[in-house]
């Protein structure tokens, strides 16, 4: 019998065999960069730098980039987190405005290659999250009032 069946949801078993410790859950840095930034701060950071990997200096200034962006607030909460380090920007924000975003596009006629480019996502993703949506009306009976 494998060890994965045994061992207790949520834990992790330490060099010490005899104890067993919790998992933690490391956050991702979309949601750092909404903590540190706001919302609107982290969808102009993805919008303008998504997919790039940039310099975070240790102090913000006012002819910087990043301050241009985000605004000197945003930009010196950010130097203060990450500053001296290179940053990852992710190149999608998640949730439910990306749902929606797929779904009007679709509704508004798009093709698919169109609306994974739109929304930074793959082809796949926006067949699978349409199909989702689509189980969903079917299943809460919504389906009819859509069409």
């Known amino acids: ?13 330490t ?7 919790p998992l933690t859950v490391k956050k991702s840095l979309l949601h750092t960069l909404v903590e540190l930034v706001g919302c609107e701060s982290a969808e102009k950071m993805i919008a ?3 997919g790039a990997r940039i310099w975070v200096p240790v102090r913000s200034t ?4 990043l301050t241009q962006v985000l605004g000197d607030r945003a930009a010196s909460a950010l130097c203060a987190h ?10 999608t924000m998640t949730g439910g405005n990306v749902h929606l975003r797929i779904a009007e596009l679709h509704r508004q006629g798009c ?37």
């Open 62 to 65: 006012a002819d910087a980039k």
């Open 48 to 50: 303008e730098f998504g």
């Open 111 to 147: 093709k698919i290659n169109d609306i994974a480019l739109a929304v930074g996502r793959s082809r796949r993703t926006v067949f699978r999250l349409l199909r989702k949506k689509i189980t969903d009306l079917r299943r809460t009976g919504g389906w009819e009032a859509d069409q």
């Open 82 to 91: 990450f500053g001296g380090d290179y940053l990852q920007v992710p190149n």
């Open 15 to 21: 060099p010490d065999a005899r104890r067993w410790l």
């Open 1 to 13: 019998m494998s060890m994965r069946y045994t061992q207790p949801a949520g834990a992790v078993r």
